[in-house]
Structures are given as C-alpha cells and as structure tokens.
C-alpha cells in the first residue's frame, strides 16, 4: 500500500489551496483518513481526521478554514485550506489506517503515510 500526496505550494496569507491524497495497492478498506503537518523545528501535528462514517475532527488552529473529505470510491482523501496564514506553513502528510490484503492471503490492518507536501504561506 502507497500513499501520494499532491497539492501544495506557495500562497500569500488569505490564499487557499487544496491537498490530495491516494492510497493504491491491494485495499480492501480505509478506516480513518487524516492529515497531519509539520514545521521546521517543531513535532508533528494532526490537522485533520475523517472516518469512514464521515466524522470529521479539526485541530482548533484550523477549525472553519480547513475542511476534510474523502472519496472512498477512489481512495483518496483531500484538505481544502483556506484563510491561510503564516503559521500554517509546514509539511503536509497524509495519513490512513487501512485494511488491506495480504500477499499470502488473509487481511492485514496497518498505519500508512505519505510522503510529504510543502505548504508555504507568505504574509
């Protein structure tokens, strides 16, 4: 299972931008998808979380400029930023805990990430 993330870039403050995320591999299920994101100097953070019944979850920084969905169809699960600000410049990584199956049969649950997305927001 893979995971590839797309979408960021560089905005001025008030800009938006929309991240993507597909999972592919031999999938049976997504259970929770999320994004998480990181600055420089700082730990790793959660931004956003949906699960598989569609309950989304926001960290405070974020609430109401940020929104989560997903896409179970396609395996994908995307963050529309908006109201961006200075602070929200990090690495953006998505996350999904997946049921998948294995290659000698059977299925396997585990945690899977992507690699990775600059988001930079200038003032």
């Known amino acids: 299972v893979q995971l590839q993330a797309s979408g960021g870039g560089s905005v001025q403050t008030g800009g938006s931008l929309r991240l993507s995320c597909t999972a592919s591999g031999s999938i049976f299920s997504i259970n929770k998808m999320a994004w998480y994101r990181q600055a420089a100097g700082k730990l790793r953070e959660l931004v956003a979380d949906v699960t598989s019944d569609g309950e989304s979850n926001y960290a405070d920084s974020v609430k109401g400029r940020f929104t989560i969905s997903r896409d179970d169809a396609k395996n994908m699960v995307f963050l529309q930023m908006d109201s961006l600000k200075p602070e929200d410049t990090a690495v953006y990584y998505c996350?999904?805990?997946?049921?998948?199956?294995?290659?000698?049969?059977?299925?396997?649950?585990?945690?899977?990430w992507g690699q990775g997305t600059q988001v930079t927001v200038s003032s």
């Open positions: 996350n999904a805990e997946v049921n998948y199956v294995a290659k000698y049969g059977g299925v396997h649950r585990d945690d899977f």
